[in-house]
């Protein structure tokens, strides 16, 4: 069965144009949702309609009402939707390009896969697409979904588009209230460099597959057990080591981790002569980092 297009218009540079179509790239239809039951009979509960004055009522009574004062509304109807015409409804007009890093990961919003609508509109929807691919920009645009103007990144993807909307600015919340009071000091730097030694450690490729979500495979494996008749398995939670303190908790880290590669990096340099002088009694002046400096230096042996 073929994909489900979201949106159905035309893809517009200046005077260039082609028909596309607009697919969500993402589903959850995968993962694991609950019904509401009732306790005693198991019957799933329906969510109905109600007036506080007349009780029950049919969905096809419902209308659509804006609150424009406290429990006052005036009505929309879809005449007044219809009449409610911009470009956006039907054509994503390219406004601009920026480069690929200029978008700020937290505005990014939902992801969609963008496709020529028909063989001739093929042509002009690959140039398109190699243009953006070989300047290494995303271009900017909008379009309306789910009765909102939503402005949207368009770059190459493989053999066509991806498309992103963006969060408005003012959805955004600032960092302020979060982050001010962080203290801006810089950490001592030889803790630093621990910390990156253990970065180096586990320095690897990313691949999705690798990261699949384990509280989902437990539930389930929960849910066939009961179908089976069997008590759920309880998995037992990762046990808490008892560190203490940040130079602990590197030097556990470093012991546990996978050994860094043959040549010495900047921190075992560091980390060596620093721990043989814990050892012989010249203790630094921050005991906790004496303790790591000498676990490091012990691990490395």
């Not at 609950?34 to 329906?46: D, E, P, V, W, Y």
């Not at 601009?96 to 990961?105: L, P, Y």
């Not at 253990?198 to 437990?218: G, S, V, W």
């Amino acid at each position: 069965m073929a994909p489900r297009a979201s949106w159905k218009g035309y893809l517009k540079l200046s005077l260039v144009s082609c028909p596309v179509r607009l697919y969500p790239a993402t589903s959850a239809s995968e993962r694991i949702s609950f019904n509401q039951l009732h306790k005693k009979t198991h019957n799933r509960i329906n969510m109905k309609p109600v007036d506080p004055e007349l009780g029950l009522v049919e969905r096809s009574d419902l209308v659509k009402g804006y609150e424009y004062e406290d429990k006052q509304y005036i009505i929309i109807d879809d005449a007044d939707l219809d009449a409610v015409r911009i470009e956006s409804n039907h054509t994503m007009n390219i406004e601009a390009f920026v480069d690929e890093d200029e978008v700020d990961v937290i505005y990014q919003d939902a992801p969609y896969y963008l496709a020529p609508d028909g063989a001739m509109a093929e042509e002009t929807f690959a140039v398109l697409r190699e243009a953006m691919r070989k300047s290494g920009k995303l271009a900017i645009a909008r379009l309306v979904l789910s009765s909102r103007e939503r402005v949207v990144t368009i770059g190459a993807r493989e053999n066509g588009m991806f498309v992103c909307t963006l969060r408005n600015p003012n959805e955004v919340r600032g960092t302020a209230e979060y982050f001010g009071n962080i203290p801006a000091g810089k950490p001592d730097a030889e803790m630093l460099q621990l910390a990156e030694a253990l970065i180096k450690q586990k320095e690897t490729t990313f691949d999705p597959k690798n990261y699949e979500d384990r509280y989902e495979a437990a539930l389930m494996t929960m849910i066939r057990e009961k179908l089976k008749g069997h008590k759920p398995i309880i998995a037992a939670a990762p046990e808490r080591g008892n560190v203490i303190n940040l130079m602990d908790a590197l030097k556990a880290s470093l012991s546990q981790s996978k050994p860094p590669a043959k040549s010495k990096s900047k921190a075992d340099e560091v980390a060596k002569p620093a721990a043989k002088k814990a050892a012989a009694g010249g203790a630094a002046e921050n005991p906790l980092k004496a303790n790591l400096l000498k676990a490091v230096g012990k691990s490395k042996k």
